[in-house]
């Protein structure tokens, strides 16, 4: 058997590596369009922060590649034969395959106005790219940073740890405003503030405008005026990289439609990572999620039937965790009020209960009296007893955010994921955090010791 | 030179004694902050990302790749004999 994998990702290499567990003798070749072995793309944000330096995100050794005996390929696919299972390469290489899997991934969005090529303009996106960019902000005096997102947030994060004088233009007023609330986005800005970033509400950059040599000199603002800068960083989502697939009879929407098994309409060609979008059980649709745990659980559920095993995909809680300015987050399932009004929420809308949804949170406990130091909240969104939660008619956790002290996040992730009845909770909602969160412990402990 | 301070690591030289590393993979990017901040050099991220416990015997116990995950993968397993 010859399998090939078009990508060098998360996706790509835990299929690669679930592969060789369940066949030892079948041929997998991994085709890579960027000249370094493996590497973590969440970690870059380490990288440019400075925390590490750039080799260090590259998660896997030449030793392991040929320990798994996975020939790597560096190059570019072209174009794909599904009929002769043939797959091209710009430079005139081809690859046959048995079996196909495409984990190609996504890439930045470019900047969507004029000047987006001009030098001084980045992105948080390959190593290669995150190499530039660590030049560029050393050298960078003033940087503008766009974008609603965790990306954006790092990326300021790592321009202000390089002495950069750091503006973030926000469209509206809050931070990250898809996952934080009033209060949450009031406490990470603080922590911005306090780290020297300048947040500028309501404002929106129209131009990116150049001087005589092709570099980043200003941006024109939406009111018409420049606003100076050398830097301009562009952190305002992903696109799925589906230019192999284009002139295919590959079915895509937004990426490539895959089934619960991660096959594709055409027999042996299988995706996974954010270049597939996933038919969902729960939804009954097809949904997109760009996490670095579902591109890592997707790999393994594409390889395990790539083999001839029939496993099928069962998405996880959405999970993310991560650490700005000092500030650790952990957001858990379900937690936006209205995930409907927001599109890039629908690889979360099955844990939404609908209207039954009630909403708890408390801004005014950051202080309590279990918080040792620093500011902390904690957001629980409790879904109704329709029926979904395992217990029968119980109220369930949701999801939940947690910002500070994390000794919550296991507990709390425990209940969301087992979907247990929060009954037991609802009268210590309101009471203050020490008493809550003894509580949340109480019962998850219960749930795990039944387990 | 860019390295962030981190006052609250406890210094390589103080040994916990008690407990090993375990990891949750779930949580685990593969950053290699781990291995990073390891003074004895252990790769952490290959324990971390397959959800192992650190059973390196040169593993010295510090707690500097429990304090460096931004993730918080990374956490003391109390030996039950200790």
Same mark, same amino acid.
């Given at each position: 058997?010859? &399998? ?5 990702? *998360? ?54 590649? *040929? ?92 321009? +202000? ?57 200003? *941006? ?20 799925? #990289? ?20 991660? #096959? ?7 995706? *996974? ?11 009954? #649709? ?10 890592? +659980? ?61 909403? &708890? ?50 507990? %709390? ?5 087992? #979907? ?7 009268? &210590? %909602? ?22 | ?29 593969? !950053? ?5 901040? !390891? ?19 040169? !593993?010295?116990?510090?707690?500097? !790749? ?17």
């Amino acid at each position: 058997m010859n &399998y090939l994998i078009i990508g060098n990702g *998360a996706a790509g290499i835990t299929a690669a590596e679930t592969i060789r567990q369940h066949d030892p003798r079948g041929e997998i070749t991994i085709l890579s369009a960027e000249p370094s072995l493996m590497y973590s793309r969440p970690g870059l944000a380490y990288v440019i922060s400075g925390e590490i330096p750039p080799q260090q995100v590259i998660a896997r050794t030449r030793e392991w590649y *040929a320990d798994l005996r996975l020939q790597l390929v560096h190059g570019r696919a072209q174009s794909l034969d599904v009929q002769n299972r043939l797959v091209m390469l710009v430079d005139g290489r081809v690859l046959p395959y048995h079996k196909l899997l495409i984990a190609t991934g996504a890439r930045a969005v470019p900047a969507p106005y004029p000047g987006g090529d001009l030098d001084g303009v980045v992105y948080l996106d390959t190593l290669e790219g995150t190499k530039e960019l660590l030049k560029k902000a050393r050298r960078g005096k003033r940087g503008v940073v766009i974008g609603g997102g965790i990306t954006a947030l790092e990326m300021v994060e790592g321009l +202000a740890q390089h002495g950069v004088d750091t503006h973030y233009f926000l469209r509206r007023d809050r931070l990250w405003s898809q996952v934080f609330n009033e209060a949450e986005s009031r406490l990470l800005a603080e922590k911005m503030h306090h780290h020297g970033v300048h947040i500028h509400t309501n404002t929106e950059a129209t131009e990116i405008l150049g001087n005589w040599r092709q570099k980043v000199r200003a *941006a024109r603002l939406k009111n018409g005026a420049e606003f100076k800068c050398d830097l301009f960083a562009v952190a305002i989502g992903v696109k799925p #990289q589906l230019e192999l697939v284009k002139n295919t009879p590959i079915q895509t929407d937004r990426a490539i439609l895959v089934n619960e098994h991660m #096959q594709s309409n055409i027999p042996d060609v299988y995706a *996974a990572g954010d270049c597939a979008q996933v038919y969902d059980r729960w939804s009954g #649709q097809h949904l997109l999620d760009v996490l670095w745990p579902s591109a890592i +659980a997707e790999g393994r559920t594409a390889a395990l039937n790539m083999v001839g095993q029939t496993a099928p995909y069962v998405k996880g809680i959405p999970f993310n965790a991560c650490l700005l300015f000092g500030l650790h987050i952990t957001i858990i399932g379900q937690i936006s009020p209205d995930p409907k009004a927001q599109d890039d929420f629908a690889e979360i809308q099955h844990l939404s209960r609908g209207s039954s949804e009630v909403w &708890y949170t408390f801004p005014r406990h950051y202080q309590s009296a279990w918080a040792k130091s620093g500011p902390h909240t904690l957001r629980l969104a409790l879904g109704g007893g329709n029926g979904h939660g395992r217990e029968g008619h119980g109220r369930t956790i949701v999801g939940a955010l947690i910002m500070g002290e994390q000794t919550l996040a296991d507990p %709390l992730r425990a209940l969301i994921e087992k #979907q247990v009845d929060a009954t037991p909770l609802l009268p &210590y %909602l309101q009471s203050n955090r020490e008493t809550l969160a003894r509580e949340i412990v109480r019962l998850s402990l219960s749930v795990m010791r039944n387990a | 030179m860019f390295k962030r301070q981190r006052k609250d690591q406890p210094p390589p030289d103080a040994p916990i004694h008690l407990g090993l590393v375990a990891a949750d993979a779930t949580r685990c990017i593969q !950053c290699g902050l781990c291995g990073y901040n !390891c003074p004895v050099g252990i790769p952490v991220r290959d324990y971390a990302r397959q959800g192992l416990t650190v059973d390196d015997p040169t !593993c010295i116990t510090c707690g500097n !790749c429990i304090q460096a995950c931004p993730r918080g993968t990374l956490r003391w397993e109390i030996k039950r004999d200790a």
